[in-house]
């Protein structure tokens, strides 16, 4: 296999149809032969939930079972790492497994692009893989100025990314919105409100069954990405 790798990494807590649509659509958009599903630790800034990194691994294998998509899958090597992780190290990991020459890209919304300049080492992330971006309601105001000069000659178009190197570019997709996140989902399950809109069936017959997200979590200080 010498196509496009595409990996998706987040706190999935829990997964949701945002994720699994965008993951669809990029891949659509890109031509990607693969989704590697990344969960990763939760970041010591986001909240504290109380599903494990099992069960949100569980989760995820319900949603992708659910997805019905053959190319895509689950990797929870990342969760059996000591924390914290950074994605830096998980794209070094990937481009020495897969060798310099197939292409790799990862994966984000727009909202992880505004962030990005808090992330460990994010001007080295195009050293090992693309960043392919898509949309996401909400986040689409201008990037701040520090990405946005970092993006300026890395950008490119769909036609040019496999005609690119393997890695070292910046596409923005143009994906349909999914106006939903994991926190308002927690916050839904937390009220007893509706999620069948956003939530895979499996998915929410799991969350019922183990008792997952009754309560609000509460907010950390530290961060890594
Ligand atoms: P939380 O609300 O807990 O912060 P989240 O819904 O943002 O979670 P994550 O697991 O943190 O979900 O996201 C993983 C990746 O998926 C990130 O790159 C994020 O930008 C992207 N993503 C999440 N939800 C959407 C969505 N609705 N549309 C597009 N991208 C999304």
Redesign the pocket.
């Known amino acids: 296999m010498t196509g496009l790798t595409l990996l998706f990494g987040?706190?999935?807590?829990p997964v949701?149809r945002?994720?699994v649509e965008?993951a669809r659509a990029s891949q659509h958009l890109t031509g990607a032969c693969q989704i590697i599903w990344l969960p990763t630790p939760r970041s010591p800034l986001?909240a504290r939930t109380g599903a494990t990194p099992e069960q949100r691994a569980e989760l995820l294998r319900l949603a992708l079972a659910d997805a019905g998509e053959p190319s895509w899958l689950l990797d929870t090597e990342e969760l059996r790492l000591p924390p914290p992780t950074y994605s830096i190290d998980t794209l070094r990991r990937w481009r020495a497994r897969l060798g310099a020459d197939r292409p790799l890209a990862f994966l984000?919304?727009r909202?992880?692009l505004a962030g990005l300049a808090a992330w460990r080492d994010w001007r080295r992330l195009c050293e090992y893989a693309h960043l392919v971006v898509?949309?996401?309601p909400g986040h689409d105001a201008a990037l701040p100025t520090e990405i946005e000069n970092w993006a300026e000659n890395r950008r490119i178009s769909r036609a040019e990314l496999l005609q690119s190197r393997p890695f070292g570019s910046l596409l923005l997709l143009d994906t349909p919105p999914?106006?939903?996140?994991?926190?308002d989902l927690r916050a839904a399950l937390a009220d007893g409100r509706q999620t069948s809109d956003w939530l895979a069936p499996a998915v929410r017959d799991y969350i019922d069954h183990h008792g997952l997200y009754l309560e609000q979590g509460h907010d950390q200080e530290s961060h890594a990405s």
């Open positions: 987040g706190s999935f807590d949701h945002g994720h965008t986001k984000m919304g909202d992880s898509a949309s996401r999914w106006p939903v996140s994991s926190t």
